[in-house]
């Protein structure tokens, strides 16, 4: 499994674009088969299958973001270091791509939010995609942070670091000129309202005629 991996690698650093789908084939085989071999190496594998999300082939980069999809489902939390740079490169994707890899990559970015810690993808997504000048992109990350506050709950969220930036954020995600992402906004408003922590941090920085 080692010389296998160590090919698999190798072949991704090809110039070929059919040598490197190979490779990308090896390691979905050794996530599946011998994850205990990748996990020692988690880190130049990600970078490598990382740097193919962007590439010109669209066969390969489909191929890439669904590899990644089963990085995140097979190594759950020891995906957590690889979190900020993979959703930087996917939700650039999301606007930048042909549909079947916007499709491929919406569903990565929800199991990457499924597996690893729900406060480093929520991070991640606040970080890189509620600012975003494309719709798409905000679309998304917003539907992602609702699924996140849904699964973390209230509660806990009200009780850390993040809780002003969380409501500044909704209070963006609610005026959007984008009516799915203002539907998302105001999901995460309502929730957030039943809370009293997160209800008088919303009045204090949300206009109560936008409130």
């Known amino acids: 499994p080692h010389q296998f991996l160590l090919e698999a690698l190798s072949l991704l650093g090809s110039d070929d674009w059919e040598l490197k789908e190979k490779g990308l084939f090896s390691i979905k085989h050794l996530a599946g088969?011998?994850?205990?071999?990748?996990?020692?190496?988690?880190?130049d594998i990600c970078w490598a299958v990382t740097c193919e999300v962007t590439n010109l082939h669209l066969k390969m980069s489909y191929s890439s973001v669904v590899t990644l999809g089963e990085l995140f489902a097979t190594f759950k939390k020891d995906m957590d270091s690889e979190v900020d740079e993979v959703a930087r490169v996917l939700l650039q994707m999301?606007?930048?791509?042909?549909?079947?890899?916007q499709k491929a990559v919406t569903q990565t970015l929800g199991i990457m939010v499924a597996n690893v810690t729900p406060a480093r993808a929520m991070t991640a997504l606040m970080d890189r995609g509620v600012k975003s000048c494309h719709v798409q992109v905000r679309k998304c990350v917003a539907e992602l942070l609702l699924s996140l506050r849904e699964k973390i709950g209230v509660m806990k969220l009200a009780d850390t670091p993040r809780a002003e930036r969380l409501v500044h954020m909704a209070g963006k995600l609610v005026q959007d000129c984008d009516k799915d992402t203002r539907h998302y906004g105001q999901e995460m408003v309502k929730m957030l309202l039943n809370d009293q922590k997160f209800k008088r941090l919303l009045e204090q920085s949300v206009s109560t005629w936008d409130l």
Not at 33 to 43: A, G, I, N, Q, Y
């Open 33 to 43: 088969s011998h994850s205990k071999v990748l996990l020692c190496r988690l880190c």
């Open 94 to 101: 999301v606007w930048n791509s042909l549909e079947f890899v």
